[in-house]
């Protein structure tokens, strides 16, 4: 029995093995979290002024136009006759004034005669200026280049005043308005960048820059407004679309981290097991075993999480296989976080 007992105390269970990275001593990147929505910072419904019957339509729907491209035009016929009147009466009330400062001159007319004329060419004059607004407006032209949306009315359809015709929507540059707890506004500042992300472009990170933020908060959900300015050159980003935002801070400088997978939480704390020295084997390798030691934990970021206690930087610690390990349990490192070495080349 005393033979049988002595066996088994000279056999120790075999290391270990685990994977060890070095905590790591840097900035650690900070950021404010929120949702919010695309919108354009240009868009509007096209709308006539006046009323009339469509009597062309020059656009295609879901294209791209310029400034100043014509869209609708609503029957001007008579404006145009209006027009015409009007140019008419302005040459004859031209020619009665000349004629009658002529008169005035040598005393065969009055001041009076040619006030009346001047009156009437001014009239004139009005009213060519009145009729040819009118016609302006009923030429209905894109305010600004953008894309068209679809198309809202029908060739020798009536439309009033405020009705919708087509949507023009720049995509060139866009709004990002989402919200942020109050307690964050001392943070919060115009000019910082924002990164955005969108549901129908995974992985992919948009980004803009504070522009506004709205003066106040909401009684009701104690949140702020923040508005991003961000380019969209491709148009792939659309007004309507959800996008998780993310405000950029200033990094923290000299924060000790190590990877998020080496942090275990228990009901007794968080803690990790850090790769200590323990003597030499027979060959006179160094033996290592794992020590269980406490942390306070700080913010994660990026696969990682900030150490406020408990590590130094440059401590080696457990990243992956700590399950098996007990306080002292004895380790060997199976990888240290740094990339292999390269192959030898192939003769």
Sequence with gaps: AKAIAGFFASQAPPPTPVAAFPAEVGPMPRYLDGIGT??????????PEVAGRVEAIT??????????????????APEQADLAAYQASEKLALANLERTQQLVRRDFATQ???????????????????SQAVIDQKSIEAPFAGQLGLRQVELGQYVGPGDALVTLTDLSQ??????LPEQERSQVAVGQTVELRA????????????TAIEPQIDPATRVMR?????????????PGMFVNARLVLPPLPDVVSVPETAVERTLYGDSVFVVAEDGTDAEGKPKHKAVQTFVETGPYFEGRVAIVRGVAGGDVVVASGQLKLQNGAAVVIAGNGLAPPAAAPVE
């Design 174 to 179: 866009l709004y990002a308005t989402f919200t």
């Design 38 to 47: 695309l919108s354009a910072v240009r868009e509007v419904e096209v709308s």
């Design 112 to 130: 009076a005669r040619m006030d009346e004329n001047q009156e009437a060419l001014e009239a004139a004059r009005a009213g060519i200026a009145r």
């Design 199 to 210: 549901d129908a472009f995974p992985g992919e990170v948009f980004r803009g820059e504070v």
């Design 59 to 76: 656009f295609t729907a879901g294209t791209s136009v310029a400034a100043g491209a014509p869209l609708v035009q609503l029957n001007d």
């Design 226 to 238: 923040v508005q991003a300015t961000l380019d969209n050159p491709e148009r792939r980003l659309l």
